[in-house]
Protein backbone atom coordinates (compact mmCIF):
# COMPACT_ATOMS: atom_id res chain seq x y z
CA UNK A 1 0.00 0.00 0.00
CA UNK A 2 2.93 2.64 0.62
CA UNK A 3 4.32 1.60 -2.55
CA UNK A 4 0.63 2.46 -4.30
CA UNK A 5 -0.09 5.78 -2.61
CA UNK A 6 3.71 6.47 -3.18
CA UNK A 7 2.73 6.38 -7.16
CA UNK A 8 -0.59 8.23 -6.55
CA UNK A 9 1.18 10.93 -5.01
CA UNK A 10 3.68 11.34 -7.67
CA UNK A 11 0.85 11.24 -10.29
CA UNK A 12 -1.41 13.71 -8.08
CA UNK A 13 1.68 16.17 -7.68
CA UNK A 14 2.39 15.99 -11.48
CA UNK A 15 -0.98 16.20 -12.43
CA UNK A 16 -0.93 19.66 -14.43
CA UNK A 17 1.64 18.24 -16.62
CA UNK A 18 0.07 14.74 -16.95
CA UNK A 19 -3.92 15.96 -17.70
CA UNK A 20 -3.47 15.87 -21.46
CA UNK A 21 -2.85 12.37 -21.43
CA UNK A 22 -6.06 11.28 -19.79
CA UNK A 23 -7.95 13.30 -23.01
CA UNK A 24 -11.79 13.76 -22.36
CA UNK A 25 -11.55 12.21 -19.18
CA UNK A 26 -8.88 13.97 -17.29
CA UNK A 27 -11.39 15.76 -15.00
CA UNK A 28 -12.58 12.44 -13.93
CA UNK A 29 -8.98 11.39 -13.63
CA UNK A 30 -8.51 14.46 -11.65
CA UNK A 31 -11.48 13.91 -9.25
CA UNK A 32 -10.41 10.54 -8.69
CA UNK A 33 -7.22 11.11 -8.39
CA UNK A 34 -7.79 13.43 -5.48
CA UNK A 35 -9.64 11.13 -3.48
CA UNK A 36 -7.23 8.71 -3.53
CA UNK A 37 -4.94 11.12 -2.95
CA UNK A 38 -7.07 11.91 0.40
CA UNK A 39 -7.20 8.51 1.50
CA UNK A 40 -3.92 7.90 0.86
CA UNK A 41 -3.33 11.04 3.68
CA UNK A 42 -5.42 9.17 5.65
CA UNK A 43 -4.00 5.82 5.73
CA UNK A 44 -0.63 5.74 4.19
CA UNK A 45 0.18 2.03 4.19
CA UNK A 46 -1.00 -0.92 6.17
CA UNK A 47 1.70 -1.07 8.80
CA UNK A 48 -0.26 0.42 11.49
CA UNK A 49 -3.22 -1.55 11.33
CA UNK A 50 -2.07 -4.04 14.53
CA UNK A 51 -0.66 -1.34 16.68
CA UNK A 52 -3.25 -1.01 19.77
CA UNK A 53 -2.65 2.46 20.70
CA UNK A 54 -4.18 5.26 18.67
CA UNK A 55 -1.00 7.70 19.29
CA UNK A 56 1.38 5.03 17.60
CA UNK A 57 -0.93 4.48 14.69
CA UNK A 58 -1.06 7.96 14.63
CA UNK A 59 2.63 8.27 14.61
CA UNK A 60 3.52 5.49 12.25
CA UNK A 61 1.29 7.39 9.85
CA UNK A 62 3.03 10.49 9.96
CA UNK A 63 6.04 8.37 9.72
CA UNK A 64 5.33 6.56 6.74
CA UNK A 65 3.73 10.21 5.06
CA UNK A 66 7.01 11.13 5.26
CA UNK A 67 8.75 8.66 3.76
CA UNK A 68 5.67 8.84 1.07
CA UNK A 69 6.94 12.79 0.94
CA UNK A 70 9.79 11.69 0.17
CA UNK A 71 9.65 9.23 -2.45
CA UNK A 72 6.71 11.41 -4.54
CA UNK A 73 9.12 14.87 -4.02
CA UNK A 74 11.89 12.76 -5.24
CA UNK A 75 9.79 11.45 -8.18
CA UNK A 76 8.36 14.82 -9.11
CA UNK A 77 11.87 16.61 -9.01
CA UNK A 78 13.28 14.27 -11.45
CA UNK A 79 9.64 14.87 -13.88
CA UNK A 80 10.67 18.87 -13.50
CA UNK A 81 14.41 18.57 -14.54
CA UNK A 82 13.25 16.39 -17.83
CA UNK A 83 10.37 18.93 -18.40
CA UNK A 84 13.04 22.04 -18.00
CA UNK A 85 13.84 22.35 -21.48
CA UNK A 86 10.50 24.26 -21.43
CA UNK A 87 12.28 27.58 -19.82
CA UNK A 88 13.67 28.13 -23.27
CA UNK A 89 11.31 27.00 -25.22
CA UNK A 90 8.65 29.61 -24.67
CA UNK A 91 6.77 27.50 -21.88
CA UNK A 92 7.96 29.21 -18.55
CA UNK A 93 4.34 29.53 -17.29
CA UNK A 94 3.50 26.11 -17.63
CA UNK A 95 6.76 24.57 -16.67
CA UNK A 96 5.70 27.24 -13.20
CA UNK A 97 1.97 26.16 -12.92
CA UNK A 98 3.86 22.31 -13.27
CA UNK A 99 5.79 23.51 -10.17
CA UNK A 100 3.19 25.45 -8.37
CA UNK A 101 1.29 21.95 -8.50
CA UNK A 102 4.47 20.06 -6.99
CA UNK A 103 4.90 22.36 -4.20
CA UNK A 104 1.00 22.41 -3.10
CA UNK A 105 0.67 18.75 -3.46
CA UNK A 106 4.03 17.83 -1.25
CA UNK A 107 3.18 20.79 0.86
CA UNK A 108 0.06 18.71 2.28
CA UNK A 109 1.38 15.58 2.15
CA UNK A 110 4.19 16.88 4.59
CA UNK A 111 2.73 19.02 7.00
CA UNK A 112 0.13 16.28 7.20
CA UNK A 113 2.94 13.75 8.38
CA UNK A 114 5.33 16.56 10.47
CA UNK A 115 2.16 17.46 12.44
CA UNK A 116 1.58 13.83 13.18
CA UNK A 117 5.07 12.94 14.46
CA UNK A 118 5.71 16.13 16.59
CA UNK A 119 2.05 15.83 18.27
CA UNK A 120 2.39 11.64 18.84
CA UNK A 121 6.15 10.89 19.47
CA UNK A 122 7.51 10.60 22.39
CA UNK A 123 10.47 9.87 21.29
CA UNK A 124 11.61 12.85 18.92
CA UNK A 125 13.93 14.46 21.25
CA UNK A 126 13.37 18.58 21.52
CA UNK A 127 16.90 18.43 19.58
CA UNK A 128 15.63 16.91 16.68
CA UNK A 129 11.83 19.02 16.78
CA UNK A 130 13.89 22.54 16.78
CA UNK A 131 16.39 21.12 14.22
CA UNK A 132 13.35 20.11 12.29
CA UNK A 133 11.70 24.00 12.53
CA UNK A 134 15.55 25.58 11.92
CA UNK A 135 16.86 23.63 9.15
CA UNK A 136 13.25 23.08 7.35
CA UNK A 137 14.62 25.01 4.06
CA UNK A 138 18.57 24.12 4.19
CA UNK A 139 18.81 22.01 1.12
CA UNK A 140 20.64 18.91 2.17
CA UNK A 141 20.39 20.08 5.56
CA UNK A 142 16.66 19.10 6.11
CA UNK A 143 16.85 15.97 3.66
CA UNK A 144 19.03 14.86 6.94
CA UNK A 145 16.94 16.06 9.98
CA UNK A 146 14.29 14.64 7.63
CA UNK A 147 15.94 10.77 7.53
CA UNK A 148 16.73 10.69 11.42
CA UNK A 149 12.74 11.94 12.43
CA UNK A 150 11.39 9.23 10.32
CA UNK A 151 13.86 6.95 11.48
CA UNK A 152 13.10 8.02 15.47
CA UNK A 153 9.39 7.61 15.21
CA UNK A 154 9.03 4.82 12.73
CA UNK A 155 11.14 3.07 15.33
CA UNK A 156 8.99 3.93 18.38
CA UNK A 157 5.88 3.26 16.57
CA UNK A 158 6.94 -0.43 15.44
CA UNK A 159 8.88 -1.28 18.76
CA UNK A 160 5.83 0.67 21.14
CA UNK A 161 3.20 -1.18 19.10
CA UNK A 162 5.14 -4.81 19.62
CA UNK A 163 5.21 -4.11 23.09
CA UNK A 164 1.56 -3.79 24.02
CA UNK A 165 0.95 -6.69 22.17
CA UNK A 166 3.40 -8.79 24.11
CA UNK A 167 2.21 -7.41 27.23
CA UNK A 168 -1.31 -7.90 26.14
CA UNK A 169 -0.19 -11.54 25.30
CA UNK A 170 1.20 -12.59 28.13
CA UNK A 171 -0.79 -10.68 31.06
CA UNK A 172 -2.45 -13.61 32.67
CA UNK A 173 0.87 -15.31 33.24
CA UNK A 174 1.99 -12.21 35.39
CA UNK A 175 5.54 -13.21 34.61
CA UNK A 176 7.04 -10.43 37.35
CA UNK A 177 4.76 -11.70 39.78
CA UNK A 178 7.75 -12.39 42.09
CA UNK A 179 6.99 -14.42 45.44
CA UNK A 180 8.97 -11.19 47.32
CA UNK A 181 7.74 -7.56 46.47
CA UNK A 182 10.60 -5.38 44.59
CA UNK A 183 12.50 -2.51 46.12
CA UNK A 184 14.39 -0.16 43.81
CA UNK A 185 16.88 1.52 45.53
CA UNK A 186 18.62 4.51 43.17
CA UNK A 187 21.61 5.66 43.07
CA UNK A 188 23.81 9.04 44.24
CA UNK A 189 22.62 12.28 43.55
CA UNK A 190 19.14 11.74 42.50
CA UNK A 191 16.04 10.98 44.83
CA UNK A 192 12.95 8.61 44.49
CA UNK A 193 10.10 11.56 43.84
CA UNK A 194 6.56 11.10 42.66
CA UNK A 195 6.53 12.31 39.62
CA UNK A 196 9.74 12.25 37.96
CA UNK A 197 10.46 8.15 38.14
CA UNK A 198 14.74 7.99 38.64
CA UNK A 199 14.00 4.40 37.16
CA UNK A 200 12.27 5.76 33.83
CA UNK A 201 9.32 3.46 32.33
CA UNK A 202 10.59 0.37 33.99
CA UNK A 203 8.36 0.21 37.23
CA UNK A 204 5.36 0.83 34.74
CA UNK A 205 6.58 -2.23 32.86
CA UNK A 206 6.98 -4.05 35.98
CA UNK A 207 3.90 -3.50 36.88
CA UNK A 208 1.98 -4.27 33.81
CA UNK A 209 3.24 -7.83 33.97
CA UNK A 210 2.34 -8.48 37.82
CA UNK A 211 5.29 -7.23 39.75
CA UNK A 212 4.90 -5.02 43.21
CA UNK A 213 7.29 -2.33 43.60
CA UNK A 214 9.10 -0.15 46.26
CA UNK A 215 11.34 2.15 46.38
CA UNK A 216 14.26 3.69 48.92
CA UNK A 217 13.81 6.55 49.92
CA UNK A 218 16.29 7.51 51.18
CA UNK A 219 19.09 10.69 50.65
CA UNK A 220 20.21 11.39 47.36
CA UNK A 221 24.00 11.77 48.46
CA UNK A 222 25.58 10.22 51.74
CA UNK A 223 28.08 8.07 53.16
CA UNK A 224 28.10 4.21 52.48
CA UNK A 225 27.25 3.70 55.75
CA UNK A 226 24.97 6.87 56.31
CA UNK A 227 22.29 5.39 53.03
CA UNK A 228 22.77 1.92 54.17
CA UNK A 229 20.96 2.62 57.43
CA UNK A 230 18.52 5.12 55.81
CA UNK A 231 17.54 1.74 53.33
CA UNK A 232 17.96 -0.85 56.92
CA UNK A 233 14.95 1.62 58.13
CA UNK A 234 13.05 1.06 54.76
CA UNK A 235 13.30 -2.66 54.58
CA UNK A 236 11.82 -2.71 57.85
CA UNK A 237 9.29 -0.05 57.62
CA UNK A 238 7.99 -2.36 54.32
CA UNK A 239 8.07 -5.69 55.63
CA UNK A 240 6.63 -4.93 58.91
CA UNK A 241 3.62 -2.89 57.09
CA UNK A 242 3.30 -5.42 54.48
CA UNK A 243 3.83 -8.66 56.24
CA UNK A 244 5.60 -9.78 52.94
CA UNK A 245 8.48 -11.38 55.22
CA UNK A 246 11.68 -10.63 52.84
CA UNK A 247 12.07 -8.23 49.51
CA UNK A 248 13.89 -8.30 46.05
CA UNK A 249 16.46 -5.49 45.62
CA UNK A 250 17.51 -4.13 42.64
CA UNK A 251 20.02 -1.56 43.28
CA UNK A 252 21.47 1.40 40.91
CA UNK A 253 24.87 2.64 41.07
CA UNK A 254 25.79 3.29 44.67
CA UNK A 255 22.88 2.25 45.67
CA UNK A 256 24.20 -1.42 44.96
CA UNK A 257 27.06 -0.75 47.43
CA UNK A 258 24.74 0.83 50.09
CA UNK A 259 22.69 -2.27 49.75
CA UNK A 260 25.59 -4.53 50.21
CA UNK A 261 26.46 -2.66 53.45
CA UNK A 262 23.11 -2.78 55.04
CA UNK A 263 22.56 -6.56 54.25
CA UNK A 264 25.60 -7.70 55.58
CA UNK A 265 26.32 -5.02 58.74
CA UNK A 266 22.71 -3.77 60.04
CA UNK A 267 21.19 -6.78 60.84
CA UNK A 268 18.41 -7.15 57.89
CA UNK A 269 19.81 -10.42 56.00
CA UNK A 270 17.11 -11.78 56.84
CA UNK A 271 14.67 -9.54 55.14
CA UNK A 272 16.19 -9.89 51.77
CA UNK A 273 15.75 -12.52 49.56
CA UNK A 274 17.97 -11.20 47.05
CA UNK A 275 19.72 -8.51 45.64
CA UNK A 276 20.66 -7.87 41.87
CA UNK A 277 23.31 -4.53 41.27
CA UNK A 278 22.57 -2.52 38.41
CA UNK A 279 26.30 -0.64 36.59
CA UNK A 280 27.39 -0.58 40.69
CA UNK A 281 31.25 -0.06 41.32
CA UNK A 282 32.03 -2.69 43.16
CA UNK A 283 35.73 -2.39 43.01
CA UNK A 284 35.37 1.26 42.95
CA UNK A 285 36.54 4.30 40.72
CA UNK A 286 40.09 5.30 39.63
CA UNK A 287 38.64 8.15 38.05
CA UNK A 288 37.32 9.46 41.31
CA UNK A 289 40.67 8.85 43.20
CA UNK A 290 41.95 11.06 40.54
CA UNK A 291 39.50 13.89 40.68
CA UNK A 292 40.01 14.03 44.63
CA UNK A 293 43.67 14.33 44.23
CA UNK A 294 43.94 16.61 41.46
CA UNK A 295 40.92 19.42 42.33
CA UNK A 296 42.01 21.58 45.05
CA UNK A 297 40.35 21.19 48.47
CA UNK A 298 38.96 24.32 48.12
CA UNK A 299 36.80 23.92 45.03
CA UNK A 300 35.79 20.35 46.66
CA UNK A 301 34.26 22.24 49.46
CA UNK A 302 32.53 24.64 47.45
CA UNK A 303 30.92 22.30 45.13
CA UNK A 304 29.81 20.29 48.18
CA UNK A 305 28.32 22.87 50.54
CA UNK A 306 26.45 24.31 46.92
CA UNK A 307 24.99 20.67 45.79
CA UNK A 308 23.87 19.90 49.84
CA UNK A 309 22.08 23.16 50.54
CA UNK A 310 20.59 22.73 46.73
CA UNK A 311 19.18 19.42 47.78
CA UNK A 312 18.45 20.21 51.02
CA UNK A 313 15.18 22.44 49.68
CA UNK A 314 14.19 19.17 47.96
CA UNK A 315 14.07 17.09 50.68
CA UNK A 316 17.27 15.73 51.93
CA UNK A 317 17.84 16.36 55.44
CA UNK A 318 21.36 15.97 56.30
CA UNK A 319 23.06 15.40 52.72
CA UNK A 320 26.73 14.87 52.08
CA UNK A 321 28.44 15.77 49.11
CA UNK A 322 32.06 14.53 49.85
CA UNK A 323 31.16 11.25 51.87
CA UNK A 324 29.30 10.36 49.07
CA UNK A 325 31.81 10.64 46.41
CA UNK A 326 35.21 9.61 48.89
CA UNK A 327 33.49 5.53 48.98
CA UNK A 328 33.32 5.45 45.38
CA UNK A 329 37.06 5.29 45.17
CA UNK A 330 39.00 2.47 44.62
CA UNK A 331 40.77 3.04 47.77
CA UNK A 332 37.06 2.62 49.75
CA UNK A 333 35.87 0.37 47.68
CA UNK A 334 39.17 -2.05 48.14
CA UNK A 335 39.29 -1.51 52.33
CA UNK A 336 35.31 -2.04 52.18
CA UNK A 337 35.58 -5.45 50.38
CA UNK A 338 38.30 -6.46 52.26
CA UNK A 339 35.59 -6.87 55.77
CA UNK A 340 32.27 -6.85 54.37
CA UNK A 341 31.12 -10.40 53.42
CA UNK A 342 27.85 -11.30 51.43
CA UNK A 343 24.96 -12.09 53.73
CA UNK A 344 24.42 -15.72 53.89
CA UNK A 345 20.98 -16.88 52.52
CA UNK A 346 20.78 -13.78 50.09
CA UNK A 347 21.18 -14.73 46.92
CA UNK A 348 23.28 -12.09 44.83
CA UNK A 349 23.82 -11.10 41.43
CA UNK A 350 24.65 -8.28 39.12
CA UNK A 351 24.49 -6.65 35.84
CA UNK A 352 26.48 -3.83 34.38
CA UNK A 353 26.84 -2.13 30.42
CA UNK A 354 29.54 -0.84 28.29
CA UNK A 355 29.92 2.14 26.17
CA UNK A 356 31.21 1.32 22.52
CA UNK A 357 33.20 4.39 21.84
CA UNK A 358 33.17 8.58 22.60
CA UNK A 359 30.91 11.38 22.31
CA UNK A 360 27.77 8.80 21.34
CA UNK A 361 24.72 8.49 23.39
CA UNK A 362 23.43 11.21 25.56
CA UNK A 363 25.49 14.29 27.65
CA UNK A 364 27.21 14.35 29.75
CA UNK A 365 27.95 10.27 30.08
CA UNK A 366 29.19 10.42 26.21
CA UNK A 367 31.70 13.40 27.45
CA UNK A 368 33.18 11.69 30.56
CA UNK A 369 33.71 8.14 28.54
CA UNK A 370 36.91 8.52 27.24
CA UNK A 371 38.00 10.41 30.76
CA UNK A 372 37.05 7.67 32.55
CA UNK A 373 38.63 4.87 30.18
CA UNK A 374 42.11 6.56 30.33
CA UNK A 375 42.19 5.29 34.08
CA UNK A 376 39.26 2.59 34.08
CA UNK A 377 39.43 1.33 30.51
CA UNK A 378 35.99 0.10 29.29
CA UNK A 379 33.21 1.83 31.21
CA UNK A 380 29.17 2.79 30.54
CA UNK A 381 30.63 6.48 31.09
CA UNK A 382 31.24 6.43 34.85
CA UNK A 383 31.80 3.27 36.27
CA UNK A 384 34.33 0.26 34.67
CA UNK A 385 33.04 -3.10 33.26
CA UNK A 386 35.51 -4.62 35.56
CA UNK A 387 34.21 -3.53 38.76
CA UNK A 388 30.36 -4.94 37.90
CA UNK A 389 30.40 -7.95 38.30
CA UNK A 390 29.18 -9.35 42.20
CA UNK A 391 27.11 -12.32 42.85
CA UNK A 392 26.04 -15.77 41.26
CA UNK A 393 25.50 -14.52 38.05
CA UNK A 394 26.67 -11.30 35.82
CA UNK A 395 25.13 -9.68 32.39
CA UNK A 396 27.04 -7.56 30.40
CA UNK A 397 24.90 -5.33 28.32
CA UNK A 398 25.80 -4.25 24.97
CA UNK A 399 24.82 -2.99 21.25
CA UNK A 400 26.51 -3.31 18.10
CA UNK A 401 27.38 -0.06 16.38
CA UNK A 402 29.12 3.34 18.13
CA UNK A 403 26.80 3.90 20.63
CA UNK A 404 26.59 1.73 23.30
CA UNK A 405 24.47 1.86 26.72
CA UNK A 406 25.44 4.55 29.36
CA UNK A 407 25.15 4.26 33.56
CA UNK A 408 21.74 6.14 32.87
CA UNK A 409 21.03 4.07 29.95
CA UNK A 410 20.80 1.26 32.44
CA UNK A 411 17.71 2.90 34.54
CA UNK A 412 16.11 4.43 31.41
CA UNK A 413 17.14 8.07 32.61
CA UNK A 414 16.23 9.70 28.82
CA UNK A 415 13.34 7.64 28.05
CA UNK A 416 14.86 6.84 24.88
CA UNK A 417 14.44 4.05 23.08
CA UNK A 418 17.81 2.33 21.84
CA UNK A 419 18.01 0.09 18.82
CA UNK A 420 19.42 -3.15 20.00
CA UNK A 421 18.27 -2.61 23.81
CA UNK A 422 15.18 -2.55 24.97
CA UNK A 423 16.03 -1.61 28.90
CA UNK A 424 12.17 -2.41 30.04
CA UNK A 425 12.34 -5.90 28.36
CA UNK A 426 15.59 -6.04 30.39
CA UNK A 427 14.02 -5.95 33.67
CA UNK A 428 10.81 -8.09 32.77
CA UNK A 429 13.15 -10.72 32.21
CA UNK A 430 15.80 -9.86 35.14
CA UNK A 431 12.36 -9.92 37.22
CA UNK A 432 11.03 -13.39 35.79
CA UNK A 433 14.21 -15.14 36.26
CA UNK A 434 14.15 -14.19 40.04
CA UNK A 435 10.13 -15.50 39.86
CA UNK A 436 11.53 -19.04 38.30
CA UNK A 437 14.09 -19.25 41.41
CA UNK A 438 11.44 -19.19 44.00
CA UNK A 439 12.53 -15.33 45.22
Known amino acids: ?74 GSVLYLLLEIQQLFTGEVKVWLLHLLNVFLVEAVVFWNGIIRVYLTSKQLALKWRLLGLICGFMPVVNLVVLYYIIRITGYEAKLEGEKLLVNEERKGRRVCATKYPILLVHGVFFRDFKYLNYWGRIPGELEKNGAVIYYGNHQSADSVEGSARELSERIRQITEETGCGKLNIIAHSKGGLDCRYALSELGIADRAASLTTINTPHKGCLFADYLLEKIPEEIQRRAADTYNRAVKVLGDENPDFMEAVRDLTKNACTARNQHIKDAAGVYYQSAGSKCNGAFNGRFPLNVTYPLVKHFDGENDGLVSTESFPWGENFYLVTVKGKRGVTHGDMIDLNRENIPGFDVREFYVNLVADLKKKGF
Open 1 to 74: MLILNGIIFIVTANYYALAARFGEYRVMAGAVLAVLFLLGNGKPSLRDRKIPDRRLRICRQGSDLLVLFCISTG
